[in-house]
């Protein structure tokens, strides 16, 4: 290499920038101690903006375009170093690139719960997160305020602190909205803008735009989704009373369900019966008297009734009848005994338990 080769290499003559990155804001032109060629080209393409910064004071800002750089394009950096018109030699500055397009799927959310009023729960804890955009809209006000002399700016570096802005001023935007928190899954898109209006000017202050906040999600405490499940199970299941007489039949035709229940009631009534058997005989013992023999068990098919959701009995044929006397046991009331594949109305059955009973006979 010659002297006039090696003497041309110290001096830059084109500046730009290509980002092939997806997350940088702003990256320093490495100079790496060479100065700027007079009449060097400077390049900066759409969604860009080149800063020079002249002895750490910000000089000249350059929009999209291509320009020669002589003093009628550097006029502040020409005043800084006093430079007259006639002024062609090499000069030192730095250059920082600004990436002034939007960023976009940025996250935030809440990482606690925020306590609220609510028009219809009184009192509620939401939960919130989704996305937002941003962009450089003040190159000279983020560089000042944000950057610094970092050459490699990235979204991760100011993520965090821009989230907790988000969430620091949420609180109070919700608190200034009215919606009832069950309406809040509807209006998404309207919440999402009033809050981006709301919390923009707080951006402003670091030379940025906040152009859009997107609400993924906002949800109630799991106790507080849990008793809302329950509720709208309550209100799908229509009528209670015959809601109630389906959940009994559908559980005992699980699993044999059907036959354990018999065989449960058939176990109580015997109980039943030795109970009083056994008490029976205390109180003959007792008076010193002959034991009396037990009942007898109850005759014919042995019933059940559905009563509220409830299986009741077993009862056999004449407990059935005097319960149809009285009218606790109607032709619309549920009945089941072994053998039977579910629950069938009385009137289906046993229609004679409803038959009306033969006016008295006429004198003689």
Known sequence: MGLFDWIGGQFIDVIEWTDDSHDTMVWRFPRQGNEIKYGAKLIVRESQVAVFVNEGEIADVFGPGTYGLETQNLPILTSLQHWDHGFNSPFKAEVYFLNTKRFTDLKWGTKNPIMLRDPEFVMVRLRAFGTYEIRIADP?????????????????????????????????????????????????????????????????????????????????????????????????????DEHMKYQAAQALGKEGGMGEMAGMGMGLAMGQQMAQSMAA??????????????????????????????????????????????GSLTPESYLWREGFEGWRRAKEVMPTLFTAAPPPPPPA
Do not use: C
């Open 281 to 326: 005989g205390v109180g003959s013992a007792q008076s010193s008297s002959p034991s009396a023999p037990p009942p007898p068990p109850p005759s014919g098919a042995v019933w059940f009734v559905a009563v509220d959701g409830q299986s009741r009995g077993p009862y056999d044929e004449a407990a059935l009848r005097r319960m149809a006397s009285e």
């Open 140 to 240: 000279e006000v983020f560089l000042k305020e944000i950057v610094g002399t970092d050459g490699h700016f990235t979204t991760d570096e100011i993520d965090d602190q821009l989230s907790n802005l988000i969430l620091s001023k949420l609180p109070v935007v919700l608190g200034n909205d009215e919606t009832p928190a069950l309406d809040l899954a509807a209006n998404y898109d309207r919440f999402g803008e009033y809050i981006t209006e709301a919390i923009a000017p707080y951006f402003e202050e670091y030379g940025l735009e906040l152009t859009k906040i997107l609400v993924e999600n906002i949800s109630l405490p799991p106790e507080v989704e849990k008793a809302l499940d329950t509720r709208s199970s309550r209100a799908i299941s229509g009528n209670l």
